[in-house]
């Protein structure tokens, strides 16, 4: 599993959808702290929240580094759009991190429109929308 991947399921896991729409718990990650994975680390440097269509999408922005593979090493930036926020640090988690409530972006045309802004706002990362 690629730590970018790793990253979207512990922030979201099935648990965290909320029944009967596309809304999903995000549970922020603390900023610049290394998270570590059996290969390497990644680190959230920031979260930004982008006007988009009269809404803001919650987007965060990080990096992994791949150290300790026994197939090699190497590192990316990734840029995770989490969806819409539809209600921003709302509650709480168990361990005090915030939560927000935010719509998942399923439709391909509007994921495109984001992908751009988001590229212009952080170059070169790798866009997955969560």
């Known amino acids: 599993m690629s730590l970018e991947l790793a990253f979207a399921c512990a922030r979201f896991p099935a648990a965290n ?13 603390k900023l610049k702290e290394e998270v570590e994975a059996i290969g390497g680390h990644y680190v959230v ?3 930004l929240r982008l006007p988009h269509s009269g809404r803001e999408v919650l987007v ?3 990096h992994a580094v791949i ?3 026994c197939c090699g090493f ?29 719509e998942s972006v399923a439709d391909e045309t509007v994921r495109s429109e984001i ?7 952080a170059p070169h990362r790798q866009v997955r929308f969560l």
């Open 67 to 69: 150290d300790r593979s």
């Open 74 to 102: 190497g590192g990316m930036g990734f840029a995770n759009v989490a969806g819409y926020v539809s209600g921003w640090k709302v509650e709480s988690a168990d361990d005090g991190s915030p939560v927000s409530e935010v």
């Open 17 to 29: 959808r909320i029944p009967g729409n596309l809304n999903v718990r995000y549970v922020h990650a």
């Open 45 to 47: 440097e920031k979260e």
């Open 115 to 121: 992908r751009a802004l988001v590229e212009r706002e």
């Open 60 to 62: 965060v922005i990080g």
